[in-house]
């Protein structure tokens, strides 16, 4: 078992003859198993509820979006919006109007669609 002594704010003094020290202070136990085992859990706690919120809000825009299944997508590459597709999950609709934000550039596109 691992376990630390933690001194907050001590007060250091060193012998003169020796390498001996002195140590004033509020000595403090940490386990660090312990910590590991918080940390582990804090991995499988359930996703706040801002997200989900944002997750729900874009449910919504994709059932809009899905009734707009006419997309123009003349000056775009169909293998440019099929990457954009892959890589940011998102509809053939929000592919195109990203890369036509963007200039036909599929990074600067994707990064609008995941940022």
Partial sequence: KNILFVTQKPDV????????????????????SAQAQMQ??????PQPEASITAEAKDVTT???????????????????????????????????KALKNNANDIVNAIMELTM
Avoid at 13 to 32: C, M, P, R
Avoid at 40 to 45: H, I, L, R
Avoid at 79 to 87: F, G, N, P, R, S
């Fill in 13 to 32: 003094y060193k012998s003169q003859g020796a390498e001996t020290y002195i140590v004033f202070g509020e000595a403090k136990i940490e386990d660090l």
């Fill in 40 to 45: 582990a859990a804090e991995q499988f706690k």
């Fill in 62 to 96: 994709v059932d809009e979006e899905s009734e707009d299944d006419e997309v123009d997508e003349s000056g775009v590459e169909a293998k440019d919006i099929e990457l954009v597709m892959a890589q940011a999950s998102v509809s053939r609709a929000k592919a195109v």
